[in-house]
């Protein structure tokens, strides 16, 4: 059993990157109180601010990148409950507590479907789309995410956004990536309601934590992927 939140030092700042995925198998509603817990930890350690793990799965489609500021629109239950934590977490807290800070976070290389069809036999396959093109999405390599991490941990408060997007700062072909770890790719017809490109706007994380450009390549991705699993 680990150690009553009475008995830890007191510390900065709570990142608080549990969460439920439709893979548990438990309610997605589980997120908001996981959320909520969090909270209550910073509170009872001293934290002066909260990261909460969303998801990019709270916005709709768009041809656009998409900004913190637009409306969100999920089309999962998965997108749905992400949506609904954030809610909870904008309910005034009482007394002088931590902030939350949510990061809607993009593909994280190694924690998403690609790189774990990536880590078995055969080939890979992908959608393609009616423009002969598969999926676009917006990644961050694992180490990168870490220095995201370390920034909005020691930014000074009164800086901080309570919502930033957070991924490199281009989209990343989908197939570029299979491409890049030497596999075999595979193409299927896209299905009704598959989503071309997912973008996100990363303006206001580049203003505290900007990443190189190359944060982007999918040789990036894919050598970052191979160093933190092991696999290089």
């Given at each position: 059993m680990g150690q009553s939140p009475d008995l830890l030092p007191r510390v900065d700042a709570v990142v608080a990157l549990w969460g439920v995925t439709p893979a548990h198998g438990a309610p997605l509603s589980d997120n908001s109180g996981l959320a909520l817990a969090a909270m209550d930890l910073g509170r009872r350690l001293g934290a002066d601010r909260v990261l909460h793990c969303s998801s990019a799965a709270i916005y709709g489609s768009s041809d656009r990148p998409l900004h913190e500021e637009d409306t969100p629109a999920p089309a999962s239950a998965y997108g749905a409950a992400k949506a609904d934590m954030e809610t909870v977490l904008r309910t005034p807290q009482?007394?002088?507590?931590?902030?939350?800070?949510?990061?809607?976070?993009?593909?994280?290389?190694?924690?998403e479907s690609l790189f774990a069809a990536l880590?078995?036999?055969?080939p890979v396959t992908l959608d393609r789309f009616s423009d002969g093109h598969g999926p676009d999405r917006s990644y961050i390599a694992p180490g990168d995410l870490a220095k995201v991490l370390e920034v909005l941990c020691t930014l000074p408060r009164n800086r901080l956004h309570r919502v930033y997007n957070v991924a490199a700062p281009r989209v990343t072909a989908m197939a570029d990536i299979v491409r890049a770890a030497g596999r075999d790719l595979h193409w299927r017809p896209a299905p009704d309601g598959a989503l071309r490109r997912v973008a996100l706007d990363t303006a206001r994380l580049a203003e505290v934590c900007a990443m190189p450009d190359r944060s982007s390549d999918a040789s990036w991705l894919v050598a970052d992927w191979q160093r933190w699993s092991g696999r290089g």
């Open positions: 009482s007394g002088d507590g931590p902030v939350p800070v949510i990061l809607r976070i993009g593909n994280v290389a190694g924690a880590g078995r036999d055969g």
